[in-house]
């Protein structure tokens, strides 16, 4: 039972932390244009975005093994 619960535990880390459209959002589309008109300064660059995939994951793995750790403490 312990053997299935592991390998069980594991298989959905690997499904969650593996999922393609977990990942951060892509590039903002480009800005409209000025209506033909070409006077003006050119618009900001667009921020910088987050990236959420290390450390998030780093997380996310560290909570499963402590839940797993109390899990088990609390069933013996």
């Given amino acids: 039972m312990k053997k299935l619960l592991t390998i069980a535990g594991l298989a959905a880390m690997l499904l969650i932390l593996d999922n393609p459209t977990a990942m951060a959002q892509g590039n903002p589309p480009p800005p409209p244009t000025n209506?033909?008109?070409?006077?003006?300064?050119?618009?900001?660059?667009?921020?910088?975005?987050?990236?959420?995939?290390?450390?998030?994951?780093?997380?996310?793995?560290?909570?499963a093994a402590l839940g797993a750790k109390q899990f088990r403490k609390h069933n013996s």
Avoid: E, K
């Avoid at 006077?39 to 660059?45: I, K, L, Y």
């Fill in 35 to 63: 209506g033909g008109n070409s006077g003006g300064p050119p618009p900001p660059p667009p921020p910088i975005g987050v990236p959420l995939d290390g450390g998030l994951s780093a997380l996310l793995a560290a909570g």
